[in-house]
């Protein structure tokens, strides 16, 4: 995601003398800002979607460590040395 936050599409398309028709060129560089703007925010969604995944993640990881404290040993082990 880093590589397109410093990446225009825009700059592909070159001078319109390449293309020997400026409206072919110009199509075509309106097709890239808008592929470039829609990247851009896929790109956004995804970092956000990513944050929010690993913060799940941490809450997760402490309920599941609280838990864990909370159960000191067997509780079949007094049934079983009973019996």
């Known amino acids: 995601m880093q590589d397109q936050d410093n990446f225009e599409l825009r700059g592909l398309c070159g001078e319109p003398e390449l293309y020997g ?3 072919l060129h110009d199509a075509l560089m309106d097709f890239c800002v808008k592929w470039s703007d829609g990247l851009d925010v896929l790109t956004d969604d995804a970092g956000a979607i990513g944050e929010t995944l690993t913060k799940a993640v941490r809450a997760y990881q402490a ?3 609280a838990t864990a404290r909370t159960l000191a040993g067997d509780p079949a082990t007094g049934a079983v ?3």
Do not use: K, S, T
């Open 81 to 83: 040395e009973d019996g």
């Open 63 to 65: 309920i599941d460590e």
């Open 21 to 23: 028709h400026e409206a």
